[in-house]
């Protein structure tokens, strides 16, 4: 199945329908059968609560949080900043290094976190 995503990455690149980062990235996160493991993002996410928080509320306004956020969202992200299409300083370099299956269990951790609105607070 690998091999048939990538002749057709190369095949809709070569007229112009399709980039071979973007496929590159989505099936990477999508072709992956192994089921992320939560448990060890919540581990491997330390460097992550730096600037995001442990819970995944960001410690400053101009960082996202992440806790709550779709999984695939997060990944598609998180390979966007490791591929370099998406820009940030800290955060290519953050990811960059990082094995897909790390990335995964993150994602997998952030978007496990249950969060609360406080709808009393929202309608003052």
Do not use: W
Request: glycine letters at 8%; charged letters at 15%.
């Amino acid at each position: 199945m690998r091999t048939h995503l990538a002749l057709t990455a190369v095949g809709l690149a070569a007229f112009g329908l399709a980039t071979i980062g973007v496929f590159t990235a989505f099936a990477a996160a999508s072709a992956n059968t192994v089921k992320p493991d939560a448990a060890a993002g919540k581990t491997e996410s330390v460097q992550c609560a730096l600037c995001h928080g442990s819970d995944g509320m960001s410690v400053a306004t101009n960082i996202p949080n992440l806790a709550g956020q779709n999984y695939e969202y997060l990944i598609q992200q998180l390979i966007a900043f490791k591929e370099g299409t998406r820009r940030s300083g800290v955060m290519n370099e953050m990811v960059r290094p990082m094995p897909l299956a790390v990335l995964r269990n993150v994602a997998a951790y952030f978007s496990t976190i249950r969060i609360a609105v406080n709808t009393d607070k929202a309608k003052k």
